[in-house]
Every structure is written in structure tokens, then in C-alpha cells.
């Protein structure tokens, strides 16, 4: 039953995703001819600021989740619904530091893009997209909760593919008819409303919770731990921007944004393939099945280390040249930057690979214990970045981001081989050392080869289908040297899933 629920959920996740990243592309696209680079900077620097301020919820969100999994794996609602209504309490605290946020940040924002936009234009801007932000994370998550905890992601990624065609359909509409981009923002802030309406109706309905439940706050009791490793996701995520918008203007914040627009499609893809990994490994801590953790760990460190690999390669190669074609007829500003692309694409690899150890981590409840790494790597963050800045402007952010998430991985690493699954640290770093060795053969062998002159999106396709070809066989052929019994689990627990 595990494994059916895993592969449903990495299928519509996939589904999910293909559709977020044709939205992604389709809307800056159109907003950028209709609108400019400065609005469109303006706009995904808003969207992605307030983003993250909601998403501090996801920290207390993993402190539910990790302690649902026993109570739903035994089937007992009571706890549940305890468990559920301490964190809706919890969530109203939350709910109110988000407001206070929205309302610091929609008076001091425009004041640092004053000289390209009206103090109006930007406060309104951000008080429209923090009404849709708000609503979708505050009055769905806590019941979003319990579908994670049951492996049941499935049905509101469902849901939120019906609104996400709806979201881009509408906005093309408006955009087209020369609405306003307020009018635009506003529309997808209210149609995303949809989203936690059904999933509260959903669980309401189908858990049959008990409203009137006693809260069990002992069941969150690293609910701050987890908000602590929040806070620095938020001060992590969002320091580029912040000093970006600071020491230069909305033009260069639009180059970022495009950037980065690649950046999160690719690595929404990858999670999108291993979607629910830690409500499985929370099912299995639930039952006691510790040897299935650390077989299960081995597993997806595999298959992350493989993918990532071929993906980031791929994509450092190629973003450059895609980002060319996508803003051909763009001049107000250049947005070629190919070592902008290469560290980023280095910043994903690093990400991507340390999901199994943080799924681990996360699934056994061990956020108090992993609190200081989050806040080192916030301070590598924003101090490595200050420093570079005004030297090497996006450069230099990149660096103080890369520096700082190589840390964090291995500190998640070692954390996880000691602490949870007790096994020797130098399976980690001998597979981070066979990846890069893997990342450079790629490399070597993809510059040798003579690649088609991009002049279009075809082009640029064939270009892409030999890069990654390259990726797979280089990687297979470091998998059978280096890997054979990972690579050999790897069939039989796919063959075993299809059986199924």
C-alpha cells in the first residue's frame, strides 16, 4: 500500500509539476512583453519575498506531520483531531507574525524601487499578492497536514492542477485584454482560494475529525525548533533578493527571477520524484522498521545522486542559451550571464542531493538537534553575499548561496549517518566524490562534442537531447562501476512496483 501511494503521488506530482512550469514560462513571459523587465522584476520579487514569509508555516507543518505518522498509521482519530487543533491554535500565532510581516514589508518595499515605480503602485502590489498568499497557506495547511502524514499529497496536487489552468488561463485572458497588472494578481490571488477550501472540506469530511478536540500540544513541542528552521530557510531563500533590490534595481531582479524560473522548475521536477519521501520514512518509523529506513536511505541516495547529476549538468550547460531564446526581442536590460547559470545549477545539485537526509531527519523528529546548522548557514549566507556584492553584483550572491547550501548538505549528511541510521560517515563522502568525478566526465565530454549554433527552440532541443544522453550514459556507466547492487535494487523495486 506504501508503495502504491508513493507512485501515485510521484505521478500526479509530476503531472503537477509539467503544468506549473508551462504557467511558469507562459505568464513572465507575457508579463515582460506586455509590462517590461522592471515590472516583471518587481512582481517575482514581491510574489517570491512573500512566498517564503508563508512559507515559515511549512516549518511547523514538518513538526505535525512527524507526529501524525503513528496516530494515522493506528488508525486513531481522537489523537488526531488533539494533534490537528493544537496546531490550528499554534497556526492563529503564526498567522498574525505573517500579517505584521506583510504590513512591515508593503511599507518599507517601495521606498527602495521608488526612483522606477509609485510608492502606491508597489504597496497595493504587495498587498494584493500577500491577501492570495495568505489565504492559500493559512486556511488550508494545517488540514493539508494530515493528507502528507497519510501519503495522500495526491488529491490536493489534483486540485491544484484544475486551478492552476484555471490561474494561467484567466491571467492570459486579462493580460491580453490590457488589464492592469494589479488586476491580473488580483484575479490569481482569489482563484487560488480554491485550494484550501476544498482540501478543509475534504479532510473535514473524509477523517471525520473531532472539532471540539482537546489541543495536544506535547505532540508539537518542537513546533519553535521547526519555526526556528524556518525563519532560516526564509532569511536563506530570500537573501539574494533582499540585497539584490538593495544594491542595484528592479532590471537586475528580473534577471535573477528569470534565472531562477529555470532553476525552480528543474528542482520542482526533481522533488516531484521522490514526493512523499518523508511521510514514508515517517510510516516506517511509526511502525519500528529502522532496517527498512536505512535500506529505503540507500535507495533514494541513489537515485538523487543519478538524477541530480544528469539534471544540474544538463542544465548548467544549457540555461544560458534557453534564456536567450525565451527573452529574444527583451533589450532593456542582458540577461546573458552563463557563470550566473553554472553556480546556480551547482546550488541545485547540492539541494537536490541532500533530500534523503533531510526526509530522514525530518521524519524522526529531529528538528531541536539540526537547529544550529540552519542558523550557520543563514550567517555564510548573508555574510559571504554582503561582502561580494558590490564586487561581483548577481555573481557574487550566488557564491554566498552556494557556499552556504554546500554546508548545510553535508551537515544534514553526517547528522543523518550518525545520529538516525549509525553508519560510517564515509559513505557519504565517498559518494559525494564519485559525483563530482561523474559532473566532470559530463562536462569533458559534452565540450568535445560540436554542438548545433542555437537560432531556435529546435535547435536548442537537439542540443539538449545529446547533453542529457551524454549524462545518462556517462552515469550508467560510473552506476555499474561504483554502484552495481544500488543500481541492481534500484530495477527489482521498480519491476516489484509495476508487479503491483
Known amino acids: 500500500m506504501r508503495s502504491k501511494k508513493a507512485v501515485l503521488n510521484v505521478v500526479i506530482s509530476l503531472l503537477f509539476e509539467l503544468v506549473t512550469i508551462i504557467s511558469a514560462f507562459l505568464l513572465p513571459r507575457l508579463v ?99 491577501i492570495g498568499i495568505f489565504g492559500n497557506y493559512y486556511f488550508g495547511i494545517t488540514y493539508r497536514m494530515v493528507l502528507n502524514a497519510d501519503q495522500k499529497q495526491y488529491i490536493f496536487k489534483i486540485v491544484k492542477i484544475i486551478v492552476l489552468i484555471i490561474h494561467t488561463t484567466v491571467a492570459v485572458i486579462l493580460i491580453n485584454l490590457g488589464a492592469t497588472i494589479h488586476i491580473v494578481k488580483l484575479a490569481s490571488s482569489l482563484i487560488f482560494l480554491i485550494n484550501p477550501v476544498f482540501v478543509y472540506i475534504y479532510v473535514r469530511k473524509v477523517y471525520k475529525l473531532d472539532k471540539f478536540a482537546k489541543p495536544d500540544f506535547t505532540a508539537i513541542k518542537q513546533r519553535w525548533d521547526a519555526f526556528a528552521h524556518q525563519i532560516a530557510n526564509f532569511v536563506n531563500n530570500n537573501t539574494d533578493l533582499i540585497i539584490l533590490i538593495i544594491f542595484t534595481n528592479s532590471r537586475e531582479v528580473s534577471v535573477y527571477s528569470v534565472y531562477y524560473l529555470i532553476f525552480n522548475g528543474i528542482r520542482a521536477l526533481v522533488l516531484s520524484m521522490i514526493t512523499g519521501t518523508t511521510s514514508a520514512f515517517g510510516n516506517m518509523f511509526a511502525k519500528g522498521e529502522i532496517k527498512t529506513v536505512e535500506k529505503n536511505l540507500k535507495l533514494y541516495e541513489f537515485l538523487l545522486h543519478s538524477i541530480s547529476v544528469i539534471i544540474y549538468t544538463s542544465m548548467a550547460i544549457l540555461i544560458t542559451s534557453f534564456i536567450d531564446l525565451y527573452v529574444k526581442g527583451v533589450t532593456d536590460v542582458n540577461y546573458h550571464r552563463p557563470l550566473f547559470g553554472y553556480i546556480i545549477s551547482a546550488i541545485g545539485f547540492f539541494m537536490a542531493v541532500r533530500i534523503p537526509y533531510q526526509a530522514v531527519t525530518n521524519a524522526a523528529g529531529h528538528f531541536k538537534q539540526t537547529r544550529n546548522g540552519a542558523i550557520v548557514e543563514v550567517i555564510l549566507n548573508i555574510t559571504i553575499s554582503l561582502v561580494l556584492v558590490i564586487p561581483l553584483g548577481m555573481i557574487g550572491l550566488a557564491i554566498g548561496t552556494l557556499s552556504a547550501t554546500i554546508f548545510r548538505t553535508i551537515q544534514y549528511g553526517l547528522y543523518s549517518s550518525r545520529n538516525i541510521v549509525k553508519r560510517s560517515t564515509w559513505i557519504i563522502i565517498r559518494r559525494y566524490f564519485i559525483s563530482i568525478l561523474n559532473v566532470v566526465s559530463i562536462l569533458i565530454v559534452c565540450f568535445l562534442l560540436p554542438q548545433k549554433i542555437v537560432n531556435n527552440y529546435y535547435d536548442w532541443i537537439i542540443n539538449g537531447l545529446i547533453i542529457t544522453g551524454v549524462g545518462v550514459i556517462i552515469t550508467l556507466i560510473y552506476s555499474f562501476i561504483f554502484y552495481s547492487q544500488d543500481l541492481h535494487n534500484m530495477k527489482h523495486f521498480i519491476l516489484r512496483v509495476l508487479k503491483r
Open 32 to 130: 515582460l512583453n506586455s509590462f517590461g523587465s522592471a515590472t516583471n522584476g518587481i512582481t517575482q520579487a514581491v510574489s517570491q519575498f512573500i512566498g517564503y514569509i508563508s512559507l515559515i508555516a511549512a516549518g511547523v507543518g514538518s513538526v505535525t506531520v512527524a507526529s501524525l505518522y503513528r496516530p494515522i498509521a493506528n488508525k486513531d482519530i481522537g489523537k488526531v483531531s488533539s494533534i490537528i487543533k493544537a496546531t490550528e491554535i499554534f497556526m492563529r500565532k503564526v498567522s498574525r507574525i505573517f500579517i505584521g510581516g506583510l504590513i512591515v514589508f508593503a511599507i518599507v518595499f517601495p521606498i527602495f524601487v521608488i526612483e522606477e515605480f509609485d510608492y502606491f503602485f508597489s504597496l497595493s502590489l504587495v498587498i494584493i499578492l500577500g
